[in-house]
């Protein structure tokens, strides 16, 4: 009789798997463990966030993300309240809107969307300088306030602006370039 011992391989070991699950068993409760104590701590209730909203001083910070065709993520902050290295946090007089920049596919127009909910139309103020478009409100409860930079030349003439919805929505004609100037954009 032959008392060599066969190879044995670790998958031929039923109790790799036994500890295996025993394991994931473990990673399970914990991370069930945590969402139950994220959810029963003390958090913002609906009501405070309500009472939020409508507190025109108080402080917004958040930043959205979008993806290009090509896959690349372009991340774009937004608020009053900044990050600083030396300082938590910097508070500013106005808010920053929320502001997305796109090309149409045929490449003839830029169209700059602005989110400044809670404004009259008569308290926003558009000029455009060079490759920036400034978007500042005047209005007493919102203050808004960002410089977009514009990603080519555009047509100072040929500008289309509307407000609808606490929405703000420019339209550029691009054109090759042009001699620099500054303009006041009426909004419809």
Do not use: C
């Not at 929320?98 to 809670?118: T, W």
């Amino acid at each position: 009789m032959d008392k060599r011992k066969k190879k044995r391989f670790f998958w031929d070991d039923d109790d790799i798997f036994d500890e295996m699950e025993i394991d994931f068993d473990d990673i399970k409760r914990m991370a069930e463990k945590m969402m139950r104590d994220m959810m029963t701590s003390p958090g913002i209730s609906e009501e405070d966030l309500e009472r939020m909203a409508r507190d025109p001083n108080y402080r917004v910070f958040g930043f959205s993300i979008r993806i290009t065709p090509e896959g690349k993520p372009i991340i774009r902050e937004f608020g009053n309240i900044k990050p600083k290295a030396s300082e938590s946090k910097i508070t500013l007089n106005e808010r920053e809107p929320l502001i997305d920049v796109f090309e149409s596919r045929d490449g003839k127009k830029i169209s700059v969307i602005a989110e400044m909910p809670g404004v009259a139309k008569e308290n926003i103020d558009l000029d455009l300088s060079d490759h920036m478009l400034i978007i500042k409100s005047t209005d007493k409860q919102r203050r808004y306030y960002k410089e977009v930079p514009l990603p080519s030349d555009v047509d100072s003439n040929d500008v289309r602006a509307t407000y609808n919805n606490g929405v703000l929505t420019v339209e550029f004609k691009k054109v090759s370039k042009q001699a620099k100037k500054t303009k006041k954009i009426k909004i419809d």
